[in-house]
């Protein structure tokens, strides 16, 4: 179950976090966790009412969250989100590349437009915040980066062969990056979830999740934030080049 709030540790004081798909849901809890232990946290998002309106409900809680819109597929506009992070901050603590889409569809019946759109926004989104944030990440001298894959990424699963093929190539970014990145004291890890319960998989009734989840449930987002908070934190500090896996038991099958 979730963590009551009084018992949220303070790791991440003075520390800046971006989170993109911040938004709302899985995003939205990374914001929070990461603001409640003490980040500054920059939410970015395409939804812009809804990344608006949950930095002002933060703020109310005396959180330090700020939304901006971003295109994680538009190299543009993560050469001018640098330019803001570096003009307000000088340097960036915490990348976690959180967007995401699902489009469900197999191989024989899968179109290149949902094929290219779902890997531009899961892959290549993460590839181009990585490289942009590259110079702000090295300032930090302690910083983490961390890419969203999904139990489907190693697993495989079928009608889903664009978001597993997305999800798949990003543990092998992960791990390409986190060998180039050490010697620049960037760790760089993946989280692996299991069903999550998020606007974004009860829209598309990711069927066969729960009864196939030894704890025969989806995760909590606050469970998953958990996660990333403690990979942003130095309790993770020797770890890089990582996968973990939150997923209820469900890759034991």
């Known amino acids: 179950m979730p963590q009551n709030d009084a018992s949220i540790p303070r790791r991440l004081e003075g520390r800046i976090a971006l989170i993109t798909g911040g938004a709302r849901g899985q995003g939205a809890a990374h914001a929070r966790r990461l603001a409640q232990e003490g980040a500054c946290v920059i ?10 309106a949950l930095a002002q409900a933060l703020r109310d809680e005396k959180l330090s969250v700020t939304y901006r819109h971003l295109d994680v597929t538009s190299k543009p506009e993560w050469a001018a989100l640098h330019d803001y992070i570096a003009h307000t901050h000088g340097k960036l603590d915490i990348l976690v590349n959180n967007a995401g889409i699902v489009r469900i569809n197999d191989i024989a019946h899968e179109t290149l437009e949902n094929w290219t759109q779902v890997l531009n926004v899961n892959l290549t989104g993460a590839f181009l915040g990585l490289q942009s944030m590259i110079p702000l990440l090295r300032s930090s001298g302690n910083a983490s980066v961390i890419n969203t894959s999904s139990i489907f990424g190693p697993s495989g699963a079928p009608g889903y062969v664009a978001y597993a093929t997305s999800k798949a190539g990003l543990l092998g970014f992960s791990r390409t990056a986190a060998l180039e990145l050490a010697p620049d004291g960037i760790r760089v890890n993946a989280l ?18 729960i009864p196939e989840t030894p704890l025969r449930r989806r995760a909590f987002p606050q469970e998953l934030a958990a996660a990333v908070a403690f990979l942003a934190s130095d309790d993770a500090s020797f770890m890089t080049g990582a996968e973990l896996v939150v997923d209820g038991g469900f890759s034991t099958r």
Do not use: F, Q
């Not at 939410?43 to 990344?51: N, Q």
């Open 192 to 209: 692996v979830p299991g069903g999550v319960s998020t606007p974004l998989n009860e829209a598309e009734k990711e069927g066969g999740v």
């Open 43 to 52: 939410a970015v998002d395409i939804l812009d009412e809804d990344g608006a």
